[in-house]
């Protein structure tokens, strides 16, 4: 397996592979000044065979561009063993589950997403794909995050919120009421402070 990007995201993912007994080829990264990282090559081109691949990227809208300019990646999730997943969740390719993470009964959870250290995902929710949950972010149950939404470190989202798309959750901000596509929120409650309408 190839990992597609050779920092400080990529790192956490290497561990979580080399506890899963993953073997890893190196990592893939167009930085020309990096060569190697946790004692594995750092490679500058793709190869031209087709390779399985973890995008270990944290910009969701880069995540997306990879996966759409590589049509021949074979993908797969990994999931640290320190987590708590119900056996009724479903995690789709790509995804990578961090340390502390829990994932309540009927969750679904699209492509290449991030669940980031202790984040907690209640029951019945729905992550589309390109998300990133950051660490210690809470979802309650019914709560439905739209492609591309990141959502910041120590977040809270009460029951049956549905956030938009493309949308950024600032860090601690509570979220009490829907979300529109493209919105940038902050606070306590959370309140929009920006809107964009770009489409990834």
Not at 129 to 140: E, G, K
Not at 179 to 197: A, E, L, M
């Amino acid at each position: 397996m190839y990992l597609f990007g050779a920092s400080g995201h990529g790192k956490v993912i290497a561990e979580i592979a080399e506890s899963n007994a993953v073997v890893i080829d190196g990592f893939i990264d167009s930085d020309p000044s990096k060569i190697n990282l946790l004692g594995y090559p750092v490679f500058h081109e793709i190869p031209k065979e087709k390779i399985q691949v973890i995008i270990a990227i944290g910009n969701n809208k880069i995540r997306k561009q990879i996966v759409n300019a590589n049509v021949s990646f074979e993908y797969s999730s990994l999931i640290h063993k320190n987590t708590v997943i119900s056996k009724r969740g479903l995690l789709d390719i790509g995804t990578v589950v961090m340390a502390g993470v829990i994932i309540n009964v009927d969750v679904k959870i699209g492509k290449h997403c991030i669940i980031n250290t202790n984040a907690s995902v209640d029951h019945d929710c729905i992550i589309e794909d390109f998300v990133h949950i950051s660490p210690n972010a809470a979802l309650a149950g019914n709560v439905i995050v739209g492609e591309g939404t990141h959502i910041g470190i120590g977040a809270s989202v009460i029951q049956g919120i549905k956030i938009g798309k493309w949308c950024t959750i600032g860090a601690g901000a509570v979220i009490i009421k829907d979300i529109q596509d493209g919105s940038t929120v902050v606070g306590n409650p959370g309140r929009i402070i920006n809107k964009h309408n770009d489409k990834f």
